[in-house]
Each structure stands twice: as structure tokens, then as C-alpha cells.
T-cell receptor, first 114, second 115 residues
């Protein structure tokens, strides 16, 4: 069985500060991992995904995430927060050949203070 | 391409009423899914389909029915609405079973309130 845990339901940072959103996964098979962002009253947009090609994955809007198998983690980072980054972020996992069956974490709401 | 579209955007039902949430995609994707989003619980899979005529249950299927007669459409039916089904519903689609390059694309959501 697969599962995802996001540590911290709310994270608040100052504009220009480092953003770190934590995600740990559990999977009995090599996982595919995803980060999605949801802006208020909108659907989910893919930020980045890990598909075993490289452990450091770069996504849109300056975000990146590093897959660490030994720590079963896939934390999302951005060096310098912008006000427009305020949103809810979801980590998700699926196994190979499990199209259509994403398992999501609980979500982390990111606030950015001026 | 319009991507994944959902109708209606908002809906209010009374307990016991039935309704269908519509989902369509124009990307010729094989896989389609329905999720519900509740505060503090992320998104949970309700039902999914791996192609026309083939559907299967997800994590929280009770109270919902689906069918897939065409590649493009994947409607979600609430048989007898209950207040516990108050949620935001998202439809998603992806090209295939999930190889290295496969990604799920999400619709804008339907916000459902059951009184």
C-alpha cells in the first residue's frame, strides 16, 4: 500500500525567505512522486514530478524537490518566496502502471508575509 | 484544447436528491478519475476508469456511481445525496497507465453542498 504524509498543515514564511514543504511517502514499489499546487478556488496544477530519471527535480515557478530514498522523502523547496506562491500544496504518489490512482497527502497551506 | 472540463461549478442539493456531475476531456486520454477534496484530508479517489466501458472503485466509492460509455466523458452520479457528500469534486485524466512521462490533469472542480 502507498501513503503520503505532509508535515505541517500550515507554513508561513516571509517574502524572500526559503520555502520548505515536507513530504514523506510509503511505497512497496518504486514510486512516482508529484507536487501539485492549488490556488484559491481553482483546480490542481502540476509543479513537478519524480519519475526515477533524476533525484533532483526542477519544476515551474522556481520550485524544486529532491527524492531521497533512504529517508523516503520528497521535500519541496524554493530559495526565495514570492507573494504569488501563497497557495495550498499537495504531495502525491502512485506506483508504476497505476495511472489514474494518485494517493494524496493532506496538503500544506503556504502563507507568504510581506 | 479545452483540457478537462467540469459542470456545474456549484450545486446545492437537498438530502435524498440525486444528480450527475459532468466531466469531459478532449485530450484522448484513456484514464479518468474522480476525487473529492475535504479540508485536512487532501484529495481522495472515488472511482476511476482505464478506458471506455471499464471502471473501478477507489478509496471512497460508497454513494457514488460511474460509467464510461465514451473516451471523452466520465460522469459521476450521486444516487441519494447526504450531507457527508458536501465537498469539492475534481475530475482528472491521464494518457495511459502511468509510465515515466504520464501526468494527471485536473479540471476546475465542482463545489457541492448537501443540505
Amino acid at each position: 500500500a502507498q501513503s503520503v504524509t505532509q508535515l505541517g498543515s500550515h507554513v508561513s514564511v516571509s517574502e524572500g525567505a526559503l520555502v520548505l514543504l515536507r513530504c514523506n511517502y510509503s511505497s512497496s514499489v518504486p514510486p512516482y512522486l508529484f507536487w501539485y499546487v492549488q490556488y484559491p478556488n481553482q483546480g490542481l496544477q502540476l509543479l513537478l514530478k519524480y519519475t526515477s530519471a533524476a533525484t533532483l527535480v526542477k519544476g515551474i515557478n522556481g520550485f524544486e524537490a529532491e527524492f531521497k530514498k533512504s529517508e523516503t522523502s520528497f521535500h519541496l523547496t524554493k530559495p526565495s518566496a514570492h507573494m504569488s506562491d501563497a497557495a495550498e500544496y499537495f504531495c502525491a504518489v502512485r506506483g508504476w502502471n497505476q495511472g489514474g490512482k494518485l494517493i494524496f497527502g493532506q496538503g500544506t497551506e503556504l502563507s507568504v508575509k510581506p | 484544447n479545452a483540457g478537462v472540463t467540469q459542470t456545474p461549478k456549484f450545486q446545492v442539493l437537498k438530502t435524498g436528491q440525486s444528480m450527475t456531475l459532468q466531466c469531459a476531456q478532449d485530450m484522448n486520454h484513456e484514464y479518468m478519475s474522480w476525487y473529492r477534496q475535504d479540508p485536512g484530508m487532501g484529495l481522495r479517489l472515488i472511482h476511476y476508469s482505464v478506458g471506455a466501458g471499464i471502471t473501478d472503485q477507489g478509496e471512497v466509492p460508497n454513494g457514488y456511481n460511474v460509467s464510461r460509455s465514451t473516451t471523452e466523458d466520465f460522469p459521476l452520479r450521486l444516487l441519494s445525496a447526504a450531507p457527508s457528500q458536501t465537498s469539492v469534486y475534481f475530475c482528472a485524466s491521464s494518457y495511459s497507465a502511468g509510465g515515466n512521462t504520464d501526468t494527471q490533469y485536473f479540471g476546475p472542480g465542482t463545489r457541492l453542498t448537501v443540505l
